[in-house]
């Protein structure tokens, strides 16, 4: 009989591509779009998806809001045709069990070691938890604890990201919620674009 696992695992594969956009310099535009360069992946300890190369999923604004207030006018965003492949979507409920065992496990080692859990810090607001190294730890321990099992590697982290005000009092929406991905397998991505400008001279498909 098929394992309850195997089974939750089957369902993993996104069937479909998303365009993700991401946010960063003149010079590394310059990199991807004209000189076929890569981007590279993110290694912070605050990273809220782990290690991987970031993207705003079908959210263009964004990517461009994060842009220029990083990089003022040198602000750029480069598109990405990506197959999310094997995938640990946080949006899913099959994620909570894994992750809260990665969870036990980080505290434990933390303990055998001596050392302080990993904080996520908040930003300008409630709402804004912009350093997720809790968050990040979990993640790559949950990776890790997958390697150490033998079980097949993620291509992709996906969740949902709750940012800025309340869009108004009470409300559980927020203004900049947005859906992000984390590509930790590079194959998943199947090209790089500049974004185009909209013709108005025809109607959108």
Not at 2 to 15: D, E, G, L, Q, R
Request: aromatic share 10%.
């Amino acid at each position: 009989m098929t394992s309850a696992t195997n089974i939750v695992s089957m369902y993993a594969k996104h069937p479909a591509y998303i365009i993700g956009f991401h946010g960063c310099s003149e010079a590394i535009y310059n990199k991807v779009i004209k000189e076929n360069k890569p981007l590279q992946p993110s290694n912070n300890t605050y990273d809220w998806l782990g290690k991987g190369i970031y993207f705003w999923e079908n959210n263009y604004q964004r990517a461009v809001e994060w842009a220029r207030n990083k990089y003022k006018d040198d602000g750029r965003v480069i598109g990405a045709l990506i197959d999310l492949g094997f995938c640990l979507d946080l949006n899913d409920l099959r994620s909570a069990p894994e992750l809260k065992k990665a969870y036990q496990r980080l505290k434990k080692v933390c303990l055998e070691l001596g050392e302080e859990m990993p904080k996520n810090q908040s930003g300008g607001s409630k709402t804004d938890e912009l350093k997720r190294d809790l968050d990040c730890s979990v993640i790559e321990m949950s990776h890790l604890l997958r390697e150490i099992k033998k079980e097949v590697p993620y291509d992709s982290v996906r969740g949902l990201f709750t940012e800025g005000a309340e869009m108004y009092p009470g409300s559980g929406f927020t203004e900049k919620a947005h859906i992000q991905v984390s590509i930790i397998n590079p194959n998943c991505i199947k090209g790089y674009f500049s974004p185009l400008e909209f013709n108005n001279k025809f109607s959108l498909p």
